[in-house]
């Protein structure tokens, strides 16, 4: 049987190239970046939602069992150029030049944080003191601990901004990332774990931390870990010289509000990855409405792109946990393997 | 090879069997009702949230493919009464003194519907005219359309309140159900197409419509449906004699509200499957602390119960979309037929 591609090496793609190893099957796992693992490891993201684990120790052990695993052949620092044929049998050519062969492929070619200078009212590279969660990750996976970038003193106030680059026609992202809220209760809870002295606010549309989420995030956060919530329109963040300011409405109370802060966090979004054009022309496949790579509507088709033989999974397909990702690689790896078993049948 | 038993034949055990006989895997499904095909089915769902499609077309679709299929042993009206052994050799022992062999189970058991009874001060089981939403999905696919059951007219107000059985710590639900705030935004559409002149209200403590969710359902059910949502925190529904009356305090102008409505609809949570103390007993697998059944936390464990060579799919760990329930019963399938294949390799 001809190996499977998988193309990027995230959560997904690293569930996939681990499952498809497990039944035996050969895979070719190409990632654009020198390193594995995905927006976890390249962004330095700390301890995970909702596992707890650290993402070195976590997403690092997906990389390692994968790194060694005679099954699995890694082209780092490579794209995909050109892919052609039809289903058990792919030519795809490597930017480094490398012909090879495959049975089907799987995209879990990820997404692209929202880059919050594109939202320059709330005071992102402007004001150093405000940073973005993925800073906040770092803050935390370096050891280093919450610091105000000016000066490196420990924040006494801290605001967390919710839906930034999300639910905002205005800058063209209308779409929910999904886990940002999460993400946030879990950081604030970090924060004042680190500065227990450290006041944190969060400022929201709608807390959307769903299913389980509800009582290990949002309860658990207000309860134990005093973490507060404010229902709000923020409509700036400027400074006064010495602190922060933000500025909007309480939605709840109808009332104009104009707070200081040392520090501000933009919880980021999910972007489509700022390659799905160049990404779908090489494999032929549609973008959603959005710029996200359109999988099948009809549950007997999800995981499947437009083209057969072409899979999709996690973040690539919109904004997605890492626990959906890794489910979805696994899956889409399994329609792979059936794939790639039925052009190639072993004798039974 | 051993057959991989899987327990529930819902839109996560339907997936899980397809995934394994497209791979030539043998699988024995058993599911307690005589009808396969889980609460879309059962329960007579409608139009499924996010495909679209019917739900007697999507996840019947999906049961018959199953029912064709010769690699799928099915025992309908069935439970699982003895299950003992190791990963690779389980003895099984079924409701009706069966004796069976498998390599590996997984458990797709799902949840069970909250009763709103159980939340006696809103009024379902004292007015005939306060119903679920599963009955309004019924009322849909029975193509009788909307109407109230107590004289059979066109309700010209519906009023649809979210978050029962969940989010509510009084009654012991904690948890989100994750999905019903997107259901009751396709609903409110729903009625909206069939009786253009009914005015839908939806009462939010937060709208939860997550990722790509947010422009399908909530943003469209506004700007094209009309559908008006206000954040409230509901008393009590009572009648006049003529209208149900819904009274609680709109937490945004915060100002008490009595408001008449021809229908209320409860948009009911998922409670854990009412059975799942039996089944863990059964299979000797942990409970979490809500009452659904645990599965792995870390990463690297996610689909494994506390039980080796036991999976674990859908709701049956918390509440949980179609979408993901297929995903993750294909990813349960995969990690159960990786575990039967190294126990049993085919000569290379």
Redesign the interface.
Known sequence: MKPVLIVGAG?AGLSAAQ?LS???QRCILVEKEATLGGAPILSGYAK?V????WAKD??G??VSRVEGNSLVSIHKSSRVEEFSGAPGDFKVRLSSGKNLEAGAAILTTGFTHFDSVNKPEWGFGTFPDVVTTTQVEQMISSGKGIRCPSDGRKPQRVAILLCVGS?DRQIGR?????ICCTVSCNIAMEIREELPDCHVYIYYM??????????KYY?QSQEEFKVKYIKARIAEVTSNGEKLIVKGED????RPITIPFDMVVHAIGMDPNVENKSIAGVFGVKL?E?G?IAKG????S??ETSRPGVFVAGAAT???T???S??????A???A??LV??KA??A?
């Open positions: 959560p499952a497990a039944v035996g995970l909702p596992s707890g684990e976590a997403i052990g997906m639910r209308e779409w929910c990332s999904k709608d807390i959307r931390t769903y299913g389980l989420y509800e009582t309860w939605t709840l109370v109808k959603q959005h996200h509507q009809s549950y007997a999800l995981g919109g904004p997605e890492i626990d959906d890794i489910a979805q690689g696994k899956a790896a399994m329609a393997f059936a078993h039925q049948p072993v039974a």
